[in-house]
T-cell receptor
Framework: AQSVAQPEDQVNVAEGNPLTVKCTYS??????LFWYVQYPNRGLQFLLK??????LVKGSYGFEAEFNKSQTSFHLKKPSALVSDSALYFC???????????????FGTGTKLQVIP | NAGVTQTPKFRVLKTGQSMTLLCAQD?????MYWYRQDPGMGLRLIHY???????AKGEVPDGYNVSRLKKQNFLLGLESAAPSQTSVYFC??????????FGPGTRLTVL
């Protein structure tokens, strides 16, 4: 069974400081990993993904994430936080390599990021 | 491209009433999903479809039915609404490999 853990319900960071939102996963095989952001009263928006290749993935709005296979982690990072980054962030995993049939998408429970002016 | 659209955006039902939520995507995606989002519980998968004419149950399918008669549309039905179905419903689609694209959501209240 695959699972995703986002250990922090909320992360507070001062504007201009670096931010990290943590995600760890469990999957028996090669994972596809995703980060999504949700602003209030909106649907989830795709930020970035790791499928294969370079462990450091760059995405939208200056966000990046590092795939660490040994620690089974995919933490979301940004060098300098903006107040407008305040939102709910979801990590998700798919078991990769399954070219046919259904690929189960498992979401974490979400982390609320609050950037303080 | 409109992406993923959902109809309606808001709805209030009385217990026992029925309704259908419509999801449409114009990206020619194979897979489509219906989720519900409740406070503190993240996203829970209700039903999904891997192609036109096929549907399958997710984590919380009870009380819901779905149909995918056309590739671009995925309908979610509530036959007899219950207060426990008060939630925000999201539809998503994605290609065989790649990220999901989400609709804006439908806020449903069952009284």
């Amino acid at each position: 069974a695959q699972s995703v853990a986002q250990p922090e319900d909320q992360v507070n960071v001062a504007e201009g400081n670096p931010l990290t939102v943590k995600c760890t996963y469990s999957v028996s095989g090669n994972p596809y990993l995703f980060w999504y952001v949700q602003y209030p009263n909106r649907g989830l928006q795709f930020l970035l993904k790791y499928i294969t290749g370079d462990n450091l993935v760059k995405g939208s709005y200056g966000f990046e994430a590092e795939f660490n296979k040994s620690q089974t982690s995919f933490h979301l990072k940004k060098p300098s936080a903006l107040v407008s980054d305040s939102a709910l962030y979801f990590c998700a995993v798919i078991l990769g390599g399954n070219s046919g049939g259904y690929q189960k998408v498992t979401f974490g429970t979400g982390t609320k990021l609050q950037v303080i002016p | 491209n409109a992406g993923v659209t959902q109809t309606p955006k808001f709805r209030v039902l009385k217990t026992g009433q029925s309704m259908t939520l419509l999801c449409a995507q114009d990206m020619n995606h194979e897979y489509m999903y219906w989720y519900r989002q409740d406070p503190g519980m993240g996203l829970r998968l209700i039903h999904y479809s891997v192609g036109e004419g096929t549907t399958a149950k997710g984590e919380v399918p009870d009380g819901y039915n779905v149909s995918r008669l056309k590739k671009q549309n995925f309908l979610l039905g509530l036959e007899s609404a219950a207060p426990s179905q008060t939630s925000v419903y999201f539809c998503a689609s994605r290609p065989r490999t790649g990220a999901q694209y989400f609709g804006p959501g439908t806020r449903l209240t069952v009284l």
